[in-house]
T-cell receptor
Framework: NAGVTQTPKFQVLKTGQSMTLQCAQD?????MYWYRQDPGMGLRLIYY???????DKGEVPNGYNVSRLNKREFSLRLESAAPSQTSVYFC??????????????FGPGTRLTVL | AQTVTQSQPEMSVQEAETVTLSCTYD???????LFWYKQPPSRQMILVIR????KQQNATENRFSVNFQKAAKSFSLKISDSQLGDAAMYFC?????????WGAGTKLIIKP
């Protein structure tokens, strides 16, 4: 039981390049999330997926797209990377969205630098 | 809009002593949940404890306990018998419309 896994762990991009961050969970969770964490700030929600087949914008969705490929996988795509997207990205999952009693389980994060 | 405020950027405590981390959650909701997460150097976020706002009883998990004062919007985390492994960033978070709103974090240093 690996929990939530993310790839890659580190990535350096040039401005304008694109890339996809991958996330997978093996806990049979319905809901998945993408956050970014900037220095001195708490996590900010980019997008979330309440269940397979649905996605919704969070607090800071601009410049990102997501795909809920199946129940296990939720990817985050940067179409044209900008230096302002330099951050640490976390994927998380929980059993349900509707009940926020559910604990969110986090992946180890991806440190992305955009030059 | 809901806001979460952690006013202590850094705290330090002697090993085996007790430390309290502060958090305030400003919301107009009457029913909500509050969480404390720990982020060690590995960067992974780990749930420490959660509190349901409508419950009178404060949550406790082993050496971790909360002091929730709803009227004061205060949600502090007390760590008893601090251990070296407790050194980490601690984040407070509150739920709002199916999203967690996060504080900026408190860095906890444990002195041996």
């Amino acid at each position: 039981n690996a929990g939530v896994t993310q790839t890659p762990k580190f990535q350096v991009l040039k401005t304008g390049q694109s890339m996809t961050l991958q996330c997978a969970q093996d806990m049979n969770h319905n809901s998945m999330y993408w956050y970014r964490q900037d220095p001195g700030m708490g996590l900010r929600l980019i997008y979330y997926s309440a269940s397979e087949g649905t996605t919704d914008k969070g607090e800071v969705p601009n410049g990102y797209n997501v795909s809920r490929l199946n129940k296990r996988e939720f990817s985050l795509r940067l179409e044209s990377a900008a230096p302002s997207q330099t951050s640490v990205y976390f994927c998380a999952s929980s059993y349900t969205l509707a009940e926020l009693t559910d604990t969110q389980y986090f992946g180890p994060g991806t440190r992305l630098t955009v030059l | 809009a809901q806001t979460v405020t952690q006013s202590q950027p850094e705290m330090s405590v002697q090993e085996a002593e007790t430390v309290t981390l502060s958090c305030t959650y400003d919301t107009s909701e009457s029913d909500y949940y509050l969480f404390w997460y720990k982020q060690p150097p590995s960067r992974q976020m780990i749930l420490v404890i959660r509190q349901e706002a409508y419950k009178q009883q404060n949550a406790t998990e082993n050496r971790f306990s909360v002091n929730f004062q709803k009227a004061a919007k205060s949600f502090s985390l007390k760590i008893s018998d601090s251990q070296l492994g407790d050194a980490a960033m601690y984040f407070c978070a509150g739920d709002s419309n199916y999203q967690l709103i996060w504080g900026a974090g408190t860095k906890l240093i444990i002195k041996p």
